[in-house]
C-alpha cells in the first residue's frame, strides 16, 4: 500500500448546480471507461479527522444513492495489525454491522481518545454490536475474508488512494471537494455532484 495523506477539506461550501461542476475543479478524470454499474467508493481511514467529520455527508450520500455507495478503508500500513483491522471491516460489513461498527471505531478513535491498538480491541467493537465472540474469531480467520480484505486493499492501489477521504465515482472520477470550497451547503452540493458524475458518461 502506498503512503497517504490524511486530507483536510473544508467544510464551508457555496451551492453549486450541476452545469457548474468542471472538470479539474471538481473532478478529475482518472479512466477512460467508467464502471458497468453506477458505482460510489468513499475511501477512509478510521485514523483520519477528516473522515471521522465527513461521516454525516457519507451517510447522505449513502441515502441519496443506497444502491452505489459503499464504503472501503484504506489501511495504514503494510503490519498484521492494519491487515487485521482491514478483515474486521470485511466481517462487520458480511454480518450487515458495518455502520454501528464504523460508528463505535471513529467515536472511540476521536472523541473517546481511546486508540484502538489491538485485535482485541477490534473483537471487542465487534462483540458490542451483537457478535458473538467465536463468530468473530472464525470470521476474521476465514480464507474468504482474507480474499475480500485483500481485493480491497488493491483496489485502493488500482485508484491510486493516496489520501483520504476519496470518492471514486464509476470507476471514472475523483470528486475534487476542495472545488466547492465556498459553498454554503458542503452535504447538498456533493450529493449533486456525486449524482452528476454518476450519470456522466
Known amino acids: 500500500m502506498k503512503k497517504f495523506l490524511f486530507a483536510v477539506v473544508a467544510l464551508i461550501m457555496w451551492p453549486a448546480a450541476a452545469q457548474d461542476f468542471k472538470q479539474g475543479v471538481h473532478y478529475d478524470v482518472i479512466a477512460e471507461t467508467a464502471t ?6 468513499e475511501f477512509f481511514s478510521f485514523y483520519c479527522p477528516a473522515c471521522f467529520r465527513y461521516q454525516p455527508i457519507a451517510a447522505e450520500l449513502k441515502a441519496a444513492y443506497p444502491q452505489a455507495f459503499r464504503k472501503s478503508h484504506v489501511p495504514v500500513g503494510n503490519d498484521e495489525f492494519a491487515k487485521s483491522i482491514l478483515r474486521a471491516t470485511v466481517v462487520a460489513e458480511r454480518m450487515k454491522v458495518a455502520e454501528g461498527f464504523n460508528a463505535a471505531y471513529f467515536r472511540r478513535q476521536h472523541v473517546e481518545q481511546n486508540p ?7 473483537q471487542d467493537i465487534l462483540r458490542a454490536q451483537g457478535i458473538a465472540e467465536d463468530q468473530i474469531t472464525k470470521a476474521m480467520n476465514s480464507f474468504m475474508v482474507k480474499v475480500a480484505a485483500d481485493r480491497i486493499e488493491k483496489e485502493a492501489d488500482k485508484y491510486d488512494v493516496r489520501a483520504t477521504p476519496t470518492f471514486i465515482v464509476n470507476g471514472k472520477y475523483r470528486v475534487t471537494p476542495q472545488g466547492l470550497g465556498n459553498s454554503q451547503n458542503f452535504t447538498a452540493d456533493m450529493v449533486k455532484l456525486v449524482g452528476y458524475l454518476l450519470d456522466k458518461k
Not at 458497468?36 to 467508493?41: D, G, L, N, T
Not at 484502538?116 to 477490534?122: A, S
Request: charged letters at 25%; aromatic letters at 0%.
Open 36 to 41: 458497468a454499474a453506477p458505482e460510489v467508493i
Open 116 to 122: 484502538v491498538m489491538k485485535v482485541q480491541d477490534l
